[in-house]
């Protein structure tokens, strides 16, 4: 197996069950100094320590510039994150993106790639570590390494860790360090309650111009940790774009004092995912009041599974009505919105200032009148719909049938279109 002669992306040996034997020729050409070869995406492959000690023989060597690197579940362990992180350090400055999500490297693989991370050459912009399986002390070398050498990475996923008290503190103490320019940080499912919140939004306060994108789905912050994150996003200098708090357990109060911090900063967020809150109706009047502002710059809003029914989703309709112009994809998914909901949202997309691009409504009950007025409301701005999601709901086979038309006719941008129906 020789790759002499490939360029720049190599991208097609994702899920192709390569074996040591393939790490021993993948090695080879890495280490030729003929190899033209930027980008190596080996995910999902069974690789192990053994393949992995192999591979790290080429990386290694001064002719491989390497700029990516794609190891996501490849069961990789500390042995193998040992001779990687090895490897890494005697050719530091060629790498920038390094993916090794689903990988079981513990607390002692994190620390070998921390000795990395704090090499004056390493100048590594992404790193993923999602479910890697590390906790409060791989957290806390990790932190400790990256303030030794913070201008380089741009992104960082700990998603599905366990940093702990200590981990968080370090880490915010990370944040609020003036050389860190981090971009995008993932800490899903981290065991972030209000303490942490406090922290992280603590530090970002004190160094808040250069995030853009935070995830702390699934983590209990509750209504005082939203309100902690609040204080940030009303920040003048806060320049978050992507905020993700899906099934953080946040109700009315939480969704209240976020509105509000957004309405008065409003211009920068342009996707906010609160699916799997217990909002209701009155928080989503409450967004809705933040929607309709002119200054609003939302393009992504999803609001899965938040208990609203007719009156929220009226409501908020009426307000992207106001608005329209920004909007690309909305998810209103597992929820009742009743017949004058989908009616009003209806009203919206027909609209030819609306420009909705994706439209989830999934399991929303919607029946067969509620489907003639989403049908009629798309024929009549044919042009900027491209998926709909309406399964689990009720519509008619004659509603079906010319749903299905839309997706055949060339006059309408509709590519996909869900109608899986449970009767």
Known sequence: MSLKGAYVIISSLRRCNLMEKSCSALASDLSSNSSNLNELTLSYNNLLDSGVKLLSVGLMNHQCKLKTLQLE?????????????????????HLKELNLNYNKLGNSGVRLLSDLLQNPHCKLKQMLLCNCSFGEEGCS??????????????????????PGKSGMKLLSDLLQYPLCQLKKLGMCNCSIGEEGCAALTSALKSNPSHLRELDLSYNKLGDSGVKLLSDLLQDPQCKLETLQLYNCSIGEEGCSSLASALRSNPSHVKELDLGCNKLRDSGVKLLADLVEDSQCKLKKLLLENINIEE???????????????????????????????????????????????ILQLY?????????????????????????????????????????????????????????FVLY
Do not use: F, W
Not at 154 to 160: F, G, I, K, T
């Open 73 to 93: 579940y490849c069961s990789i362990g500390e042995k193998g994150c040992s001779a990687l992180a090895s490897a890494l350090r005697s050719n530091p400055s």
């Open 311 to 357: 009156q929220g989703c009226a409501a908020l309709s009426s307000a992207l009505k106001l608005n329209p112009s920004h909007l690309r994809e909305l998810d209103l998914g597992n929820n009742y919105l009743g017949v004058l909901g989908v009616k009003v949202l209806s009203h919206l997309l027909g609209d030819p200032k609306c420009k909705l691009e």
């Open 363 to 419: 399991n929303c009950r919607i029946e067969e009148k509620g489907c003639a007025h989403l049908t009629s409301a798309l024929r009549s701005n044919p042009s900027h719909l491209r998926e709909l999601n309406l399964s689990c709901n009720k519509p008619s086979v004659s509603e079906m049938k010319l749903l299905s038309n839309l997706v055949q006719d060339p006059r309408y941008k509709l590519e996909k279109l869900d109608l």
């Open 141 to 162: 070398v990790l932190a400790l390494a990256l303030r030794s050498n913070p201008s380089h990475l741009r992104e960082l996923d700990l998603n599905d860790n366990y």
